[in-house]
């Protein structure tokens, strides 16, 4: 499903986190916010979840205007800090809740709890309780959560950080293997990390201050960098 902000400007306070961003990600797209800390990348992503209220701008999901619309009932599948596992529920209940309230049979779910756990490596896990994780292994069990319910909206707000580099490969995997498997999914992923974004995105987008500066495909912004700012960024050791 296609994912559009129009002029959506995000204010905390009189600090402008978020500047008049235009951004569309089409059916299919993936598209990697990439930027120094504090460019307003997490904004840009809450504000499509519905975790912040642009102060101007609308943003529209599947061509239905859901600004006003409350995050659990926008369909969307999100990994960010914020959105942390239900602390009162198991593992695999977590995984579940998205499956329940869409009231899948009980057999699909179980089903596919199993599988989901089984791709993030926390099949053994199930019976735990959040609290009794470390924080990548509650990392990984929120993604299984978010991609359950197979959903055409993905947002994802660093979601590799707390893993270590070989979980971390097989997560971009896992990640290129959603894609090929759910082909309409529109991926907005928030990283600082290029590699990723190089794995994943079919294009980058570059913020500054609270602004959009470039986006294009990752290989033309390699080769052709659009801006000083895009070719000092992506050449330095971020
Ligand atoms: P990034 O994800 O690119 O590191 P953020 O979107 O988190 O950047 O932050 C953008 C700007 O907004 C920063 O100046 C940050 O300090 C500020 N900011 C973000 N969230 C809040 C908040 N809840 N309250 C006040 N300021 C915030
Ligand atoms: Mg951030």
């Known amino acids: 499903m296609t994912v559009q902000l129009d002029d959506v400007t995000v204010h905390f306070g009189r600090t402008c986190a978020l500047e008049g961003l ?23 992503l809450k504000a499509v979840a519905g975790f912040v209220r642009p102060s101007r701008g609308r943003i529209r999901i599947g ?7 409350p995050p659990a009932q926008r369909g969307i599948g999100v990994v960010v800090q914020q959105y942390a596992l239900f602390p009162h529920l198991r593992v695999a209940d977590n995984v579940a809740f ?29 019976r735990r309780f959040p609290r009794e994780l470390s924080g990548g292994q509650q990392q990984r069990v929120a993604i299984a959560r978010a991609l359950a319910i197979r959903p055409p909206v993905l947002l994802l707000d660093e979601p590799l950080a707390a893993l270590d580099a070989q979980l971390r490969a097989d997560m971009l995997d ?13 991926i907005v992923y928030v990283t600082h990390d290029q590699a990723e974004a190089l794995a994943l995105a079919d294009r980058i987008a570059v913020m500054r201050d609270a602004r ?10 390699y080769q052709a960098p659009p801006s000083a700012f895009t070719a000092s960024f992506l050449g330095g050791a971020n």
């Not at 951004?23 to 990348?41: I, Q, R």
């Not at 959009?212 to 912004?221: F, G, R, S, T």
């Open 22 to 44: 235009n951004l569309t990600v089409a059916a299919g797209e993936t598209v990697a916010l990439l930027g120094p800390s504090g460019s307003g990348k997490s904004t840009a």
């Open 63 to 69: 061509g239905v205007d859901v600004t006003d619309v």
């Open 98 to 126: 998205g499956l329940r309230a869409a009231r899948r049979p009980k057999r699909e779910v179980q089903q596919r709890v199993a599988e989901m756990l089984a791709m993030v490596g926390m099949e053994a896990y199930a």
């Open 174 to 186: 896992e990640l290129q293997k959603l894609r090929r498997e759910v082909p309409d999914v529109a």
């Open 212 to 221: 959009l500066v470039d986006i294009a495909p990752a290989a033309e912004l």
